[in-house]
């Protein structure tokens, strides 16, 4: 294992736009890489451990979110043994840059899987999203020739109707476009205002998908909690509804008076 620790650290630092810290005696790399969004180019940046001779977890933060929402996860030792852990910074989180003009669902999907082909073409790889990031990894899983093993859905946005009742995205519909935005942006967190953007064009995001949840062939895990007023337990209802046309294998776990994962 510590072989294989030397060689990864070896190879990823002779690259430009890497960083080195340690989670105790585990070496956590920040590594960031170039995408184009929207005709812009943005800084993107990943943390990554584990074992590189392992298959790869890929997690997706939602919105708003980083890629400390996984810290759980990557601080699991005996997580770390048996995968390599990458964790993103979407656009406009964390630390990456911040786009213009944000990039919807299939954008993301279609850069994050460039990304995985592009730096690691013969890894086995399984998908983890949650929230927006969830629905980010559905439609990577979706997409022509993916090749992805398993996909992990948490508390995932999948119904345009359940998200019209939702008062998260009211609240949403309220500040677009408003003046209002504009006075209490200086007020509140940027990673915030960068969900309010991408949140905007949701429902017409989540509306494309509908044609796309009988392409998914990966095998599907969906995690919610049955008290998430977040985002409603009845999102992960409607894709399993969808995806199980597929006859494919779909785990369902509904978390006991757990709000949002």
Same mark, same amino acid.
């Given at each position: 294992?510590?072989?294989?620790?030397?060689?990864?650290?070896?190879?990823?630092?002779?690259?430009?736009?890497?960083?080195?810290?340690?989670?105790?005696?585990? $070496?956590?790399?920040?590594?960031? /890489? +170039?995408?184009?969004? @929207? &005709?812009? =180019? %943005?800084?993107?940046?990943?943390?990554?451990?584990?074992?590189?001779?392992?298959?790869?977890?890929?997690?997706?933060?939602?919105? $708003?979110?980083?890629?400390?929402? /996984? +810290?759980?996860?990557? @601080? &699991?030792? =005996? %997580?770390?043994?048996?995968?390599?852990?990458?964790?993103?910074?979407?656009?406009?989180?964390?630390?990456?840059?911040?786009?213009?003009?944000?990039?919807?669902?299939?954008?993301?999907?279609?850069?994050?899987?460039?990304? %995985?082909?592009?730096?690691?073409?013969?890894?086995?790889?399984?998908?983890?999203?949650?929230?927006?990031?969830?629905?980010?990894?559905?439609?990577?899983?979706?997409?022509?020739?993916?090749?992805?093993?398993?996909?992990? %859905?948490?508390?995932?946005?999948?119904?345009?109707?359940?998200?019209?009742?939702?008062?998260?995205?009211?609240?949403?519909?309220?500040?677009?476009?408003?003046?209002?935005?504009?006075?209490?942006?200086?007020?509140?967190?940027?990673?915030?205002?960068?969900?309010?953007?991408?949140?905007?064009?949701?429902?017409?995001?989540?509306?494309?998908?509908?044609?796309?949840?009988?392409?998914?062939?990966?095998?599907?895990?969906?995690?919610?909690?049955?008290?998430?007023?977040?985002?409603?337990?009845?999102?992960?209802?409607?894709?399993?509804?969808?995806?199980?046309?597929?006859?494919?294998?779909?785990?369902?776990?509904?978390?006991?008076?757990?709000?949002?994962?």
């Amino acid at each position: 294992f510590f072989v294989s620790m030397v060689w990864l650290l070896h190879k990823v630092l002779k690259r430009k736009e890497v960083q080195l810290y340690f989670l105790g005696l585990m $070496p956590i790399i920040i590594v960031s /890489f +170039s995408i184009l969004a @929207n &005709d812009q =180019e %943005l800084k993107i940046q990943t943390h990554i451990t584990g074992d590189p001779n392992k298959p790869i977890i890929f997690m997706i933060h939602g919105s $708003p979110g980083s890629s400390n929402d /996984f +810290s759980k996860f990557v @601080n &699991d030792t =005996e %997580l770390r043994s048996k995968a390599l852990l990458i964790t993103i910074d979407r656009p406009g989180f964390g630390l990456s840059e911040i786009p213009t003009n944000p990039p919807n669902i299939e954008e993301q999907a279609q850069m994050f899987s460039e990304y %995985l082909n592009d730096q690691y073409p013969n890894k086995t790889v399984l998908l983890m999203g949650h929230s927006y990031g969830a629905t980010i990894a559905a439609k990577m899983a979706a997409a022509k020739n993916s090749k992805f093993k398993s996909v992990f %859905l948490l508390s995932i946005m999948a119904d345009p109707l359940e998200l019209k009742k939702s008062p998260r995205f009211k609240i949403v519909q309220f500040m677009s476009g408003s003046a209002m935005l504009k006075v209490v942006q200086f007020l509140i967190p940027q990673s915030f205002i960068s969900a309010q953007r991408e949140l905007e064009g949701l429902g017409k995001d989540l509306e494309n998908l509908l044609n796309d949840w009988k392409n998914i062939s990966s095998k599907v895990t969906l995690v919610h909690g049955d008290h998430d007023r977040v985002v409603t337990p009845f999102n992960s209802l409607f894709a399993k509804t969808n995806i199980s046309k597929n006859n494919i294998d779909i785990d369902t776990f509904a978390k006991k008076l757990l709000g949002q994962i």
